[in-house]
């Protein structure tokens, strides 16, 4: 059974953090079952084992974090050994049969330490070890003065020949004194578990001693940034510093719109959760007009711009953690009924922490909406390496001019689009958002 490692749960995943075990130590695990959860750069989820077994090793406690690629825990065959057990077994079947018993060393001998190198990686052999013999010449010895009786203990570099090499490279990653430790192992050899231990006290110790953080005047508080927020406050730079943004801004006639909800709901719809929304009408209408004018539907690589063949709509769900962006793949190959049941899905999962990595990558391009929060009118910034994101503001409604010049009670909403100039040009922008007007308006097109 293998060790499991901290998975790439999002394309720009380098590090996670361990929120929550699911599963304790000891406790059996069946393929699929969920074991723990974990915060990416993009979002909490739940993380399902990969193997069956016994979770027999945890190496990073609730809160910790490490690098993608890093030991998380170890599941073990039922009944079986776990990592430490295992570094055990593999070191007694090295080395070999135990030695037979001999009379002790006679005192005139002097053991030579060993080179260096092999003291790092070899144990001094059990006192009443058999020796190779040797010739006349090697048997002769020079005159060395003998240890007393009563000298003092083996120096620290000598301790170390204690442990196993696996414990040795662990302590020095972990910045554990090896020399410090007693040793669980055969004959008070240092163990992988014991490093673990160590290492698990050392790091529990400073937290409990550091004092609260200054905080200077007027702050009430210092709150850490999460793993998604660092990542979300990256991006975000990575976007407004090298791609050249501009913001082009309409405002439409809602009226149709809100007609044809209130014509659906008169209907029978179902209950809230069934309902088609406003926020539905505008997602099919941006995959549709991406449909029609496909040049917006393309990024910027480098020396070319990638124009893609399928719309993935990426949609802005706010979180209590900051904000993911999971995707419904070819969405134009969807009808207004099955992008309002996949958002909602999407956005109940999220908020649950029941996404799959999968389901944050490849959008093609990005809706967020803030009317339901009140906002007339914003300007998003791009998540790279889309080539545009919409901003969809409150439906309100304002005095207008109509057709007979008088004016009116109308139903406005303002839209933004926030564009890549390497990507899309002025006059490119404005035929995407005259194409997402024309179908805002005549929301019936939207259910061919």
């Known amino acids: 059974m293998p060790e499991i490692h901290m998975p790439k749960l999002s394309d720009t995943m380098t590090e996670g953090t361990v929120v929550a075990w699911k599963k304790k130590k000891g406790e059996e695990v069946a393929a699929g079952d969920v074991i723990a959860e974990i915060e990416t750069d993009k979002a909490t989820m739940e993380w399902e084992s990969p193997e069956e077994g016994v979770l027999t090793e945890i190496f990073v406690e609730e809160g910790g974090k490490v690098n993608v690629g890093d030991k998380l825990a170890f599941i073990g065959e039922k009944g079986g050994a776990g990592p430490a057990e295992e570094v055990k077994e593999e070191k007694s079947k090295d080395a070999g049969p135990p030695p037979k018993e001999t009379a002790p060393k006679p005192e005139t001998e002097t053991e030579m330490p060993a080179p260096a190198a092999e003291q790092e990686e070899e144990t001094a052999p059990p006192q009443g070890e058999p020796q190779t013999p040797k010739s006349a010449a090697a048997q002769k010895k020079p005159d060395v003065p003998q240890p007393k009786s009563d000298a003092p203990p083996r120096a620290s570099g000598e301790a170390r020949t204690k442990a196993s090499p696996l414990a040795r490279r662990l302590a020095a990653e972990q910045g554990v004194d090896i020399s410090s430790l007693k040793g669980t192992g055969p004959e008070g050899r240092i163990t992988e578990s014991d490093v673990r231990s160590a290492a698990k006290s050392k ?10 953080e200054k905080i200077s005047a007027g702050e009430g508080a210092r709150i850490h940034l ?14 407004k510093g090298p791609v050249p943004h501009f913001y082009l801004h309409i405002e439409i006639n809602a009226g149709p719109l ?3 909800r209130a014509e659906l709901k008169s209907a029978g719809e179902g209950s809230d959760t069934a309902k088609i929304t406003v926020n539905d009408f505008v997602l099919k209408a941006a995959v549709q007009a991406a449909v029609k004018v496909p040049q917006a539907n393309a990024s910027f690589d480098e020396d070319a711009i990638v124009q893609y063949s399928d719309v993935n709509l990426a949609v802005a769900v706010a979180l209590e953690e900051g904000l993911v962006t999971p995707v419904i793949p070819a969405a134009q190959t969807k009808t207004l009924r099955e992008i309002s049941e996949a958002v909602k899905d999407l956005a109940h999962r999220a908020r649950n922490k029941r996404m799959k990595p999968e389901e944050f990558q ?3 391009f990005t809706v967020s909406n803030l009317g339901s929060y009140g906002i007339d009118h914003f300007s998003a910034i791009i998540n790279p390496p889309q080539g545009f994101i919409l901003s969809i503001g409150a439906i309100t409604k304002k005095p207008v001019v109509d057709d007979c010049d008088s004016i009116a009670v109308g139903e406005r909403m303002s839209i933004g689009m926030s564009c890549d100039h390497r990507v899309i040009d002025g006059a490119l922008g404005a035929e995407y958002l005259k194409e997402l007007r024309h179908l805002l308006e005549n929301p019936s097109l939207l259910l061919i």
């Open 203 to 212: 790091g529990s110790a400073p937290a409990q001693e550091r004092a609260p």
């Open 226 to 239: 999460s793993g998604m927020r660092k990542v979300i406050a990256e991006r975000l730079v990575a976007s």
């Open 258 to 260: 809100m007609t044809a």
């Open 362 to 364: 490849g959008g093609t």
